[in-house]
């Protein structure tokens, strides 16, 4: 078990906490991204989607899958 120092970030947190304002902000469910990510080509099953999230450990990958079904540009980023 890792603990965390007083000043270090716990980053599965911010993770998670940022996927759930992107979902919350395109008013989409996990049964909703869920069924997008699998009409896209991926395969996952809610349960699988809930995880990921709930827990905060996915890879950017994921992250890029979720912003392309929902048309999120990273603008910022050249």
């Not at 996927?19 to 989409?28: G, M, R, T, Y």
Request: no cysteine.
């Amino acid at each position: 078990m890792i603990l965390l120092h007083m000043n270090e970030k716990d980053y599965n947190k911010e993770a998670k906490i940022f996927v759930k304002k992107i979902l919350i902000e395109n008013d989409i469910t996990n049964v909703k991204l869920t069924k997008l990510l699998n009409k896209a080509g991926f395969n996952y099953t809610e349960a699988s989607v809930t995880q990921k999230i709930n827990r905060g450990r996915f890879d950017f990958a994921f992250l890029l899958q979720i912003a392309d079904v929902l048309n999120i540009k990273f603008s910022n980023v050249n």
